[in-house]
Nanobody, 126 residues
Framework: QLQIEESGGGLVQIGGSLKLSCTAS????????IGWFRQVPGKEREGVACISSKRNINYADSVKGRFTISRDNAKKTVYLQMNSLAQDDTGVYYC????????????????????WGQGTQVTVFS
């Protein structure tokens, strides 16, 4: 059973930056594709970015050019660097993983991820 945990959330002003981390305990993350999702009350959870085990990357249109996903398998950690934050970026950010050692592409959609963290709150204020 893979366990993953998010960290790095917090309060930040509009235009600021935050770096989220998704760290695995026990198992290595090498064969897993990792997705970042976010959710605000009253709305469905939406995909933000994903990175495959082969390092293929996809971003939601709303974050392209502002967010960067990366992985450091040696540290069992996937990062989400968030720059130029806007109030619409506020939400609970979740990290998700799915065992996918041979799939080169990054597959979006929360139904394609088996393991989920508890989430970390990101609040962007003016």
């Amino acid at each position: 059973q893979l366990q993953i945990e998010e960290s790095g959330g917090g309060l930040v002003q509009i235009g600021g930056s935050l770096k989220l981390s998704c760290t695995a305990s026990g198992r290595t993350l090498d064969p897993y594709r990792i997705g970042w999702f976010r959710q605000v009350p009253g709305k469905e959870r939406e995909g933000v970015a994903c990175i495959s085990s082969k390092r293929n990357i996809n971003y939601a249109d709303s974050v392209k050019g502002r967010f960067t996903i990366s992985r450091d398998n040696a540290k069992k950690t996937v990062y989400l660097q968030m720059n130029s934050l806007a109030q619409d970026d506020t939400g609970v950010y979740y990290c998700a993983a799915h065992f996918s050692p041979t799939q080169p592409m990054c597959i979006p959609g929360e139904k394609n991820y088996r393991y989920w963290g508890q989430g970390t709150q990101v609040t962007v204020f003016s």
